[in-house]
């Protein structure tokens, strides 16, 4: 049974470690998170992929003959680091206050109080005496503010966690995320000829063709199927340098371009009408690739989504089908055929706000929705 005055005292406790990241700081509340899992008999797995930046793998282990358990096991994934916590707060951001029936602190809503459920969750499985059919796995990890490349990448690159079904829990509100864009961020360098400022006319400006270029990009319509629970593509133009000095043509430019795309878009198509707008230009430049996510879609029909939509409504709470406009690690499953959507008690846009927060009531609803959803789920 979920015991909310020690669910709300996990919390507590968690939002007492400064979880920074940048720069990393985990590791003091991860060795608190092992402890605790520890304690509980559980099974606890602690890898690292940066020094003293553990991910922490707790399995309630299924009765199942172990490779059938494995193969159908549900895994819960909530983060431990934080963003900076910045200037401005009325309350101690490492403090976890309780007021009008709120707790304050960073990562109430982003992403501690939804690690608290999911160690609350374990906690009542394991005391209820509660015998799974398949592993119940809670994967607490780290670095989700930064890009997961000492988390859930490596993770699921190195087979550590690979369930058949994942919960991401990183979301508000109850909604389920079932759809996200993809993300591709890239810096597109232009080469010129110096010149004197005077004799423009003997150089050509690596910045004057940049501009060109970004009106081109701005202006471009890509072709998509429009997905129900997504906005249309969009290019951002997020920064530019170039040039030496006032008097000097510009045989350099720098830009960075931010495109979020539908399910239906393909990268390769995407790079080639790129590369077709620049060269139009000119000739001389250089892509260099930052980032690329794919983007992610499950069936919204899909059985595992179903039964959580009726677990919850079961419990008197409203969730929403949603997408995602930006990156969650959901999309990370894809590569590795594992079905995987997210879900929440957050309040709705508190992450990395002053005086972040999260509603008691719903941490603790949403809690008993989680612990119930897992049991209906391992008996399917």
Same mark, same amino acid.
């Given at each position: 049974m979920i015991n909310d005055k020690r669910l709300i005292k996990t919390l507590q406790k968690l939002i007492s470690y400064d979880t920074t990241n940048p720069p990393g700081k985990e590791y003091d509340c991860a060795c608190w998170i092992e402890k605790y899992m520890r304690s509980l008999g559980l099974g606890v797995q602690t890898i690292c992929y940066e020094k003293k930046r553990p991910n922490i793998i707790a399995t309630l282990r299924g009765s199942l003959p172990r490779e059938r358990a494995k193969k159908g096991a549900s895994c819960i994934m909530p983060h431990v680091d934080i963003v900076p916590v910045g200037s401005g707060w009325k309350h101690n951001p490492f403090g976890g206050k309780i007021a009008g029936g709120k707790m304050f602190g960073r990562g109430t809503s982003d992403d501690k109080g939804n690690t608290a459920?999911?160690?609350?969750?374990?906690?009542?499985?394991?005391?209820?005496?509660?015998?799974?059919?398949?592993?119940?796995?809670?994967?607490?990890?780290?670095?989700?503010?930064?890009?997961?490349?000492?988390?859930? $990448?490596?993770?699921?690159? @190195?087979? /550590?966690?690979?369930?058949?079904?994942?919960?991401?829990?990183?979301?508000? *509100?109850?909604? #389920?995320?079932?759809?996200?864009?993809?993300?591709?961020?890239?810096? $597109?360098?232009?080469?010129? @000829?110096? /010149?004197?400022?005077?004799?423009?006319?003997?150089?050509?400006?690596?910045? *004057?063709?940049? #501009?060109?270029?970004?009106?081109?990009?701005?202006a471009h319509k890509f072709k998509f199927k429009k997905h129900p629970l997504l906005a249309h593509p969009t290019i951002n133009i997020g920064t530019i340098k170039g040039g030496d000095k006032v008097n000097i043509?510009?045989?350099?430019?720098?830009?960075?371009?931010?495109?979020?795309?539908?399910?239906?878009?393909?990268?390769?198509?995407?790079?080639?009408?790129?590369?077709?707008?620049?060269?139009?230009?000119?000739?001389?430049?250089?892509?260099?690739?930052?980032?690329?996510?794919?983007?992610?879609?499950?069936?919204?029909?899909?059985?595992?989504?179903?039964?959580?939509?009726?677990?919850?409504?079961?419990?008197?709470?409203?969730?929403?089908?949603?997408?995602?406009?930006?990156?969650?690690?959901?999309?990370?499953?894809?590569?590795?055929?594992?079905?995987?959507?997210?879900?929440?008690w957050a309040a709705h846009e508190t992450a990395h706000i002053t005086d972040e927060y999260i509603v008691l009531k719903d941490l603790c609803r949403g809690t008993r929705v989680l612990e119930n959803y897992l049991k209906a789920y391992d008996s399917r």
């Open positions: 459920s999911c160690l609350e969750v374990m906690h009542s499985l394991v005391e209820s005496g509660f015998k799974p059919n398949y592993d119940i796995i809670m994967a607490a990890t780290v670095d989700e503010e930064t890009g997961s490349k000492a988390g859930t $990448i490596p993770l699921l690159e @190195k087979g /550590a966690v690979k369930p058949g079904l994942c919960v991401v829990m990183d979301s508000s *509100e109850f909604d #389920a995320i079932v759809a996200q864009k993809g993300l591709l961020h890239m810096r $597109i360098q232009i080469f010129g @000829k110096k /010149a004197h400022g005077a004799y423009n006319w003997r150089g050509v400006s690596a910045i *004057e063709q940049a #501009a060109a270029i970004i009106n081109k990009l701005k043509v510009a045989d350099f430019c720098e830009f960075t371009v931010d495109t979020r795309y539908t399910p239906d878009m393909k990268f390769a198509d995407i790079m080639s009408q790129y590369k077709r707008i620049i060269t139009s230009v000119t000739q001389k430049y250089k892509i260099i690739i930052d980032d690329h996510q794919l983007p992610y879609a499950i069936d919204r029909k899909h059985p595992a989504v179903e039964m959580y939509l009726k677990s919850a409504r079961a419990m008197k709470c409203h969730p929403q089908l949603k997408g995602s406009e930006g990156a969650t690690v959901i999309t990370f499953f894809k590569k590795h055929n594992i079905p995987a959507f997210a879900t929440g």
